[in-house]
């Protein structure tokens, strides 16, 4: 698939039909995420993949941003004492390469007509008691896949002349 094509049409879908994705899909998305860029190569990311139905509802009791049914979830988390190789900048540069992993799932998965949604309201505390994730990792962001019952349409984007300057700020791009 086209790069751009991807980017413009992974949309967040929140309503999946009942279809199992699968195992060899799975695999690369998580594959994707691992690609992802991660600042002096710490990866400090780990990934918990949930594909039972009876965990998922659970999850769904402590994720109040978490709709429809989605056959699988794949938790995004921050491996703390890899993040801390990172110094002083290790915490943020850690959920920026989190991010960008998260980015990358979410493309793979609509490459192969599998939909997604970035969830970040959820249970922390909850999550980590229910999934036994130890103290130094911590989940930051879930996301939710699923075969969508219909593709949401693109929301409006701000054109690049409003949001883009040239060499400094205030300079628009013409």
């Known amino acids: 698939m086209e790069v751009m094509k991807a980017v413009k049409g992974r949309r967040a879908v929140r309503k999946f039909k009942d279809k199992k994705i699968p195992k060899e899909h799975l695999l690369?998305?998580?594959e994707?995420?691992?690609?992802?860029?991660?600042?002096?190569?710490?990866?400090?990311?780990?990934?918990i993949l949930i594909t039972q139905e009876p965990t998922i509802e659970k999850i769904k009791l402590i994720s109040p941003?978490?709709?429809?049914?989605?056959?699988?979830?794949?938790?995004?988390?921050?491996?703390?004492?890899?993040?801390?190789?990172?110094?002083?900048?290790?915490?943020?540069?850690?959920?920026m390469d989190v991010s960008m992993a998260a980015q990358n799932m979410m493309l793979m998965?609509?490459?192969?007509?599998?939909?997604?949604?970035?969830i970040v309201s959820f249970n922390k505390i909850a999550l980590k008691e229910l999934l036994n994730i130890p103290k130094d990792v911590e989940p930051i962001l879930m996301i939710s896949f699923g075969y969508p019952e219909f593709w949401p349409k693109p929301p409006k984007r701000r054109p690049l002349k409003e949001v883009v300057y040239v060499e400094e700020y205030g300079k628009h791009l013409e």
């Open 65 to 95: 941003g978490l709709f429809g049914n989605p056959t699988a979830l794949i938790i995004c988390c921050i491996n703390k004492k890899r993040a801390e190789k990172g110094g002083r900048a290790g915490e943020n540069t850690a959920l």
């Open 28 to 30: 690369k998305i998580l």
């Open 109 to 118: 998965a609509y490459s192969l007509g599998i939909g997604s949604c970035p």
């Open 32 to 47: 994707a995420g691992i690609w992802a860029p991660s600042g002096s190569n710490i990866q400090p990311w780990e990934f």
